[in-house]
């Protein structure tokens, strides 16, 4: 491993620390978390742990919607094809074949169980957003499908669900033993540190966004389990694609807020400082070209017009139902004194959906025997080079789904009796010096945001890099009581895999622009990367 990355980021005894036992742990209360706890045999015991309540998670905040093929004139074949185009050439075809195909069964599913989407003369409404081809996205209350759907599965999982859970509670580790992972070390403010041993854990820890100064994720997207799994020794792909939000809500001193890609669905439109419509001048799609293209358009336009933003103009369409269709955003618009049906919304590119994780296959199994993992914290070649729009809480779904009965399978076929594994990990010294936690992360979030945002090059990544292993090695050798510490050290260990992933691929694809290296490099680099403890490799 890592000698910059300790193996446990706390002191623990057996004696000391008080034990938990389940047949199955999941770590993660968001789409694929709750979506895997359904799936799971009900013969089994299950916990659920959440590093806040249960609603605060990337998939509550999700906007747009779900893709998937359910207009009379599409077609899973199409679906498919976006998929890939989007992806840039690293997607796996098997498993972009097998999410599509299993898609509408999911949102039936869902609807079967209280979801409601919004629909037109009885049957669904499907609009469309960038790099679709057809009209196939499911939304709900406008632009609020992921707060409708975690409403939805929170009521059936504590209806139906005999499963515990266990709230504002931080996972620190996995634990692991003989290269198979057997529960996780957890705190909370009311029982300090346990010990949950798991016969399987299923991993669903969300997203990175917040190791970004400029972001669309909540608080709590630190990279926990990305960083958890590196340090049990999973393995990790994909850590140079992060995605970028083209249109992100840009006003000076407040939080960046999510405008949805359905709204240059409905058919607004993107122009400069002076007023001039840009986008057709770099994709023949214009507003609905893929988020990559939109981002480095954006990103481009700024350079050149030398302004903080861009501005999506929705002036010319009905000014009723522009305000019906979003009324989030008109809401969250209206806060600063903007009317989305006659002014300009300034916007600009914000950190938005970890495409780089730990890498499962069909089933959400990883490389580590009892690890399974569903969602963004997964890097399951769906995505490829660039996620495309609204596949993500598909992909939550169908993961979730095929990892918790994965997991059930293998703890089914497990013996009853528990094994506490006779782990340790002794304290150090404290430093001598108290460490400002908040301005190192201030710092490490505007570094990461210059170095690894839309726009990288070498120069700017080999001296984020250097400076990222100052701060790790006065920072990831302390043992810190309490999550400010433990979400410091796991975003510079997320972010030293990001920066150095990216300097790894020297080419542009898909998300990853490179300025040193402009073109995408088939010959050379039509392959998925990957970390693993000490060592970094490339999957041909």
């Known amino acids: 491993m890592n000698p910059a990355v300790p193996r446990y980021l706390v002191p623990f005894h057996p004696k000391r620390v008080s034990h938990h036992f389940v047949d199955v742990l999941v770590v993660g209360g968001g789409i694929a978390g709750l979506r895997a706890t359904m799936a799971l045999d009900p013969r089994l015991t299950a916990l659920v742990v959440t590093k806040d309540k249960l609603q605060e998670s990337n998939s509550q905040y999700a906007q747009g919607g779900i893709a998937g093929v359910l207009g009379a004139d599409d077609r899973f074949e199409d679906h498919v094809e976006d998929t890939l185009v989007a992806g840039a050439g690293l997607c796996d075809r098997q498993v972009v074949e097998m999410v599509v195909r299993e898609a509408p069964q999911h949102i039936r599913q869902l609807i079967e169980w209280g979801t409601s989407f919004d629909t037109a003369d009885g049957e669904l409404l499907l609009g469309r957003e960038g790099g679709h081809s057809h009209n196939r996205?499911?939304?709900?209350?406008?632009?609020?499908?992921?707060?409708?759907?975690?409403?939805?599965m929170i009521a059936r999982a504590r209806d139906a669900l005999r499963a515990q859970f266990w709230q504002n509670t931080f996972t620190i580790d996995l634990l692991t033993n003989d290269g198979s992972c057997c529960g996780a070390l957890v705190w909370n403010e009311r029982h300090g540190k346990t010990f949950v041993w798991a016969k399987q854990t299923i991993l669903a820890t969300g997203g990175v966004g917040q190791v970004y100064r400029e972001t669309t994720n909540p608080l709590v997207a630190t990279g926990d389990g990305h960083a958890a799994a590196y340090r049990a020794g999973a393995e990790l792909a994909d850590m140079e694609f992060?995605?970028?939000?083209?249109?992100?809500?840009?006003?000076?001193?407040?939080?960046?807020?999510?405008?949805?890609?359905?709204?240059?669905?409905?058919?607004?439109?993107?122009?400069?400082?002076?007023?001039?419509?840009?986008?057709?001048?770099?994709?023949p799609r214009a507003e609905l070209a893929?988020?990559?293209?939109?981002?480095?358009?954006?990103?481009?336009?700024?350079?050149?017009?030398?302004?903080?933003?861009?501005?999506l103009d929705l002036s010319h369409l009905d000014a009723k139902t522009v305000v019906k269709r979003f009324p989030g955003i008109a809401q969250r618009c209206r806060e600063f004194g903007l009317d989305i049906a006659v002014d300009r919304i300034p916007v600009r590119p914000g950190a938005h959906y970890m495409i780089g994780g730990v890498k499962v296959d069909l089933d959400g199994r990883t490389s580590l025997r009892g690890l399974l993992a569903a969602g963004e914290v997964t890097s399951s070649g769906l995505h490829g080079a660039n996620r495309l729009a609204s596949n993500s809480l598909l992909e939550g779904l169908v993961y979730g789904a095929r990892a918790g009965e994965a997991a059930s399978a293998e703890a089914l076929a497990m013996p009853d009796a528990y094994r506490i594994v006779p782990l340790e990990n002794p304290p150090i010294p404290p430093a001598a010096e108290h460490l400002d936690l908040q301005d190192i992360r201030n710092s490490l979030k505007s570094l990461v945001w210059r170095a690894v945002g839309v726009r990288r090059n070498g120069p700017d990544l080999?001296?984020?890099?250097?400076?990222?292993?100052?701060?790790?090695?006065y920072v990831l050798h302390q043992q810190f009581n309490d999550p400010a510490g433990w979400e410091l050290?796991?975003?510079?260990?997320?972010?030293?895999?990001?920066?150095?992933a990216a300097l790894r691929r020297e080419e542009s694809r898909g998300v990853h622009l490179r300025s040193d290296f402009p073109e995408q490099n088939d010959v050379r680099w039509k392959v998925r990367c990957s970390d693993r403890r000490e060592h970094a490799a490339t999957e041909r």
């Open 137 to 152: 996205i499911v939304h709900a209350l406008g632009d609020a499908t992921g707060q409708e759907i975690m409403r939805a």
């Open 462 to 473: 080999r001296e984020a890099a250097s400076t990222i292993d100052r701060w790790q090695r």
């Open 489 to 500: 050290q796991n975003m510079l260990t997320v972010a030293r895999l990001m920066i150095g």
């Open 290 to 311: 893929p988020r990559d293209v939109v981002s480095q358009a954006i990103a481009d336009r700024m350079t050149k017009t030398h302004h903080p933003c861009v501005y």
């Open 242 to 283: 992060m995605q970028f939000h083209p249109t992100v809500l840009y006003i000076a001193g407040s939080s960046r807020s999510l405008i949805s890609e359905a709204v240059r669905g409905e058919g607004a439109i993107l122009v400069d400082a002076a007023g001039r419509r840009f986008m057709p001048d770099y994709d």
